[in-house]
């Protein structure tokens, strides 16, 4: 009996003498708010659309697109020019080169471009004697890529095929004076080459600073002459240095230079150069601009030794 009395008294005081457990062991404490400035557990937010991304609307470039443009774009240009012959006993043939191109975006707005390029050529050919050329060149259709950000720069790549659809023929003098449009346009010469069929992947890069627009492309063309089976590579680079003067008007300087890797071409002829200034001024719907144009060095076609052209381009967007 005693023992169980001592115990007993032995649990009660070991019970009254414990400490009590803390308030916050007693009842669990309520979850904190994070404050607003903290992001550490948030997912990353991606913009709904590529617009909080990109630039607004620029004037666009001569030799380049616009690389966000929001709309669908219908373009016509022209480039008229007169040349110096190579020989003094030949006479300064005129020549030029218009061009129409449609390019709208598809599925994901201003990342994705889908579009399509239809030339055309005019010369007089080297020995006079056929009169002039006027030419069909060849379509060219093309995908195109951008990846704006959201600080100043965006850059993209651009895939072109190129299809035989010119109908001039080898060693005539329709050929020659597609030659000679050419090389008002050096880039872009295959356009006019015979039986050509070509791929034309390219990188395009904008940067904005301020009033400045830096924009330019690199690429390659892989060329294939359906009739012989021979295939030649052209290297291109099209840039462009533009003021924005005012938000809807842009002076701008533009250059292209083509190179050519092909063993038949002496070292001196290879690299084609074209260099000009030019204005382009927007208006709502449509852009026009107006440009100068004159080789550097020699030009693409042996058969002159320089030239002088104008530009003119006419925009039109459709929302």
């Known amino acids: 009996m005693r023992r169980r009395f001592v115990a007993g008294a032995f649990v009660l ?54 690389l966000s443009h929001p709309y669908f774009d219908v373009s016509v240009g022209w480039l008229v020019g007169v040349a110096a012959p190579a020989r003094a006993e030949r006479t300064s043939p005129a020549m030029g080169i218009a061009r129409a191109t449609a390019e709208g975006d598809v599925i994901f707005p201003r990342r994705l471009y889908f579009g399509v390029t239809v030339p055309f050529a005019g010369a007089l ?74 791929i034309r992947p390219a990188m395009d890069v904008r940067v904005l600073r301020g009033a400045f627009v830096i924009q330019a492309r690199q690429g390659i063309d892989i060329v294939l002459d359906t009739a012989t089976g021979r295939a030649v590579t052209v290297g291109r680079f099209l840039g462009h240095l533009g003021l924005r003067v005012k938000r809807d008007v842009e002076l701008s300087i533009e250059g292209t230079q083509a190179y050519l890797f092909d063993e038949r071409v002496q070292d001196r002829r290879r690299a084609a150069v074209t260099l000009g200034p030019g204005a382009m001024l927007s208006l709502g719907t449509i852009d026009v601009g107006a440009a100068v144009v004159t080789s550097v060095f020699e030009p693409l076609s042996g058969e002159i030794d320089r030239f002088v052209a104008a530009r003119v381009s006419l925009v039109a967007h459709i929302p």
């Open 13 to 66: 005081a070991s019970a009254l003498l414990a400490p009590a457990p803390p308030a916050s062991a007693a009842a669990p404490r309520p979850l904190s708010r994070p404050r607003k400035d903290d992001r550490t557990a948030e997912m990353p937010k991606f913009p709904a659309s590529v617009d909080e991304l990109s630039a607004p609307r620029l004037p666009p470039p001569f030799v380049l697109p616009e």
């Open 125 to 198: 050919a080297p020995d006079a004697s056929s009169g002039a050329k006027t030419l069909l060149g060849n379509v060219e259709a093309h995908v195109r890529v951008v990846f704006p950000l959201p600080t100043w720069l965006a850059f993209g790549g651009v895939l072109g095929i190129v299809a035989p659809t010119a109908r001039h023929a080898h060693g005539t003098g329709a050929e020659a004076a597609s030659t000679i449009a050419a090389s008002l346009e050096p880039t872009d010469a295959v356009f006019f080459a015979p039986d050509a069929f070509a």
